[in-house]
């Protein structure tokens, strides 16, 4: 791809803290190259420092303590190919430091717990997607990161999850609602244990997004339970479920692909790739390709690394739609 920037194309990324954006950006640049890809964490539009925030009685997740208006101006500007001067809010300090030019790229992906939240900046976005993690789960992987790095302790994990969740309800999950995608991870329902480290992830796809074709499994339309055992793949007890079928989510016409279980093999995806359509992929096996790459990265060997693949394919597609349709108007 040649740097040229007529197009920029606007990507959001939304979820909670901790709910696995980190790694599905890094599966983004795969299929965007870092030198055409800029990511913009919306953390750096808070209106208010840490200390500001505590003396106010609100959080990070309260739109009261971030500067929409101009998030949007500066948006709206990158979008125009526009360079901006983006503020900063250090993690470290909690404090805001001094802005750092942002110049246009070819793709800029916003991402945060805002991205879908303000209707302007909403309106700029060609593809959105929701990382939708359940209470268990969430819970499950925040003990595993800040227990483990962090050195907190579990009743500590739990407070933090819990003095967050009525903002949590009210301003970041209603965004679910305008996602053009909501990657859902909730506890599997193979095994009736509770400490299950399995995972049933869910692809909810928008019906009749622009430039957007739903993926499905077997039949267009049609509702599919599979499970791909055997012969052809790997799968220790209890195996692998997968389902496909239209619904309705929060208002909106959807598909719905799930995964629930686990890997064995991830060569063996290939198997489950032949089964899929509308995926995005440009040759046989791009899918399990780019699975393979990163082995160690989170969720490669569940569903949710597999639609963290798929929906990046697909905002490829998307990129390559919306820039095609740039390039034959200026022919």
Not at 47 to 75: C, H, W
Not at 160 to 189: G, H, M, W
Not at 271 to 297: A, D, F, I, P, V
Not at 303 to 309: D, E, N
Request: aromatic residues 10%; proline residues 4%; glycine residues 8%.
């Amino acid at each position: 791809m040649t740097a040229d920037f007529d197009r920029v194309v606007l990507i959001g990324v939304a979820g909670d803290s901790g709910c696995g954006k980190s790694t599905f950006l890094r599966r983004l640049t795969d299929l965007f190259g870092e030198e055409f890809m800029t990511v913009i964490c919306l953390d750096d539009y808070h209106s208010l420092d840490r200390k500001g925030r505590k003396a106010a009685g609100v959080t990070a997740l309260n739109p009261k303590a971030n500067n929409f208006d101009l998030m949007y101006e500066q948006i709206k500007a990158l979008k125009e190919g526009k360079a901006i001067d983006k503020p900063i809010y250090n993690h470290e300090t909690g404090e805001l430091d001094p802005p750092e030019r942002i110049e246009p790229n070819k793709v800029v992906v916003i991402e945060g717990l805002h991205p879908i939240y303000d209707e302007r900046v909403r309106g700029l976005l060609d593809f959105s997607v929701y990382l939708d993690i359940s209470d268990e789960v969430k819970i499950q992987w925040k003990i595993q990161r800040d227990m483990a790095e962090r050195g907190h302790t579990y009743e500590d994990v739990l407070a933090s999850i819990n003095a967050r969740k009525p903002d949590f309800s009210a301003y970041i999950e209603p965004q679910k609602e305008f996602a053009d995608v909501v990657i859902q991870v909730l506890p599997t329902q193979l095994v009736s244990d509770k400490e299950s480290k399995l995972l049933r992830v869910r692809l909810i796809q928008k019906e009749g997004v622009e430039n957007f074709e739903t993926v499905y499994l077997f039949d267009e339309g049609s509702t599919i339970d599979w499970r791909p055992c055997g012969r052809k793949l790997t799968c220790s007890y209890p195996g692998i479920k997968m389902y496909y079928g239209p619904d309705s989510f929060m208002g909106n016409e959807v598909s719905i692909l799930e995964v629930d279980g686990q890997f064995d093999n991830l060569e063996e995806m290939i198997y489950l790739e032949s089964h899929l359509s509308k995926t995005g992929t440009k040759h046989y096996g791009e899918m399990t390709e780019l699975l393979l790459k990163h082995k160690e990265y989170p969720g490669s060997n569940n569903g949710t690394g597999l639609f963290q693949v798929l929906v990046g394919l697909k905002m490829r597609e998307t990129y390559e739609k919306l820039t095609e349709v740039k390039e034959a108007v200026a022919v």
